[in-house]
Nanobody, 113 residues
């Protein structure tokens, strides 16, 4: 069965960086586009970034463009989200998503001094 397991979250000061990982299994990873979403406290879940199966196409929400980088390693069945210049408003649970139906359990990111 499809499994997506996120990790790498934590507490970071404003202006800091974190790298999230999502390890996937149960499907042909190298053939699948993947996405990151997030849900902040009291907010709707929102889309953050997408990467194509080869990594040749990426796109970002305006709120993170220029600060976040999505990448993947098909040999490791892993997609990453490098988050730089973090702001308090980036505080959220971050989720990995495949297609319409599959989500990871999420990893908490808290940006606070």
């Amino acid at each position: 069965q499809v499994q997506l397991v996120e990790s790498g979250g934590g507490l970071v000061q404003p202006g800091g960086s974190l790298r999230l990982s999502c390890v996937a299994s149960g499907f042909t990873f190298s053939s699948s586009g993947l996405q990151w979403y997030r849900q902040g406290p009291g907010k709707e879940r929102e889309w953050v970034a997408v990467i194509s199966s080869t990594g040749g196409y990426t796109n970002y929400a305006e709120s993170v463009k220029g600060r976040f980088i999505i990448s993947r390693d098909n040999a490791k069945n892993t997609v990453y989200l490098q988050m730089n210049s973090l702001k308090p408003e980036d505080t959220a649970v971050y989720y990995c998503r495949k297609g319409q139906d599959y989500w990871g359990q999420g990893t908490q990111v808290t940006v606070s001094s």
